[in-house]
T-cell receptor
Framework: AQTVTQSQPEMSVQEAETVTLSCTYD???????LFWYKQPPSRQMILVIR??????QNATENRFSVNFQKAAKSFSLKISDSQLGDAAMYFC???????????????FGKGTHLIIQP | NAGVTQTPKFQVLKTGQSMTLQCAQD?????MYWYRQDPGMGLRLIYY???????DKGEVPNGYNVSRLNKREFSLRLESAAPSQTSVYFC????????????FGQGTRLTVV
């Protein structure tokens, strides 16, 4: 079974600084997707960025970028120029191919609570 | 553009009561999912429906039943609620199973007393 590990329960960063959230995962698949979701106090799950494993280029979305190391099974999220609105829980998630032999759906890490200091 | 809509947003139940959480999506997605989120646990898959007419168990199915009513709607039923089912419940949908992103509803906070 796939597992996703986020080793930082909480991170704190000064506004305008850069912060990196860590995520490692375990899978025997070669083709899969990885995601970072943001969950603000409103509870809504918001997709921040996604990475397709067959793509070597790291995904980037404005101030958000990832460092995808497939061999190391590592998928970190970098937030540049942190803003107060970035304060939230961040979840790393894995999704693999569905062959019908196991459950479909996302496997989530336990989350990292990001605090932005003004 | 509604996306994935869940009702209700909040609910308090007494132990032993039953209720159904409703979920509807308007994106013409084939696959739908129910997750629960507990403090410090991330989201865990309860049940999913790969396509209309099919349902399958996820990681934590005990105490729940589901119905894929049609392509748009996927409901989650608690037949006899227990305090251990106090959680936040999320419905999600995907265009298909496997390698693709999921879109989430706004969640239902359920408290069983």
């Amino acid at each position: 079974a796939q597992t996703v590990t986020q080793s930082q329960p909480e991170m704190s960063v000064q506004e305008a600084e850069t912060v990196t959230l860590s995520c490692t995962y375990d899978t025997s698949e070669s083709d899969y997707y990885l995601f970072w979701y943001k969950q603000p106090p409103s509870r809504q799950m918001i997709l921040v960025i996604r990475q397709e494993a067959y793509k070597q280029q790291n995904a980037t979305e404005n101030r958000f970028s990832v460092n995808f190391q497939k061999a190391a099974k590592s998928f970190s999220l970098k937030i540049s120029d942190s803003q107060l609105g970035d304060a939230a829980m961040y979840f790393c998630a894995y999704r693999g191919p569905y062959s019908g032999g196991g459950a479909d759906g996302l496997t989530f890490g336990k989350g990292t609570h990001l605090i932005i200091q003004p | 553009n509604a996306g994935v809509t869940q009702t209700p947003k909040f609910q308090v139940l007494k132990t032993g009561q039953s209720m159904t959480l409703q979920c509807a999506q308007d994106m013409n997605h084939n696959s739908m999912y129910w997750y629960r989120q507990d403090p410090g646990m991330g989201l865990r898959l309860i049940y999913y429906s790969a396509s209309e007419g099919t349902t399958d168990k996820g990681e934590v199915p005990n105490g729940y039943n589901v119905s894929r009513l049609n392509k748009r709607e996927f409901s989650l039923r608690l037949e006899s609620a227990a305090p251990s089912q106090t959680s936040v419940y999320f419905c999600a949908s995907s265009v298909r199973t496997g390698n693709t992103e999921a879109f989430f509803g706004q969640g239902t906070r359920l408290t069983v007393v």
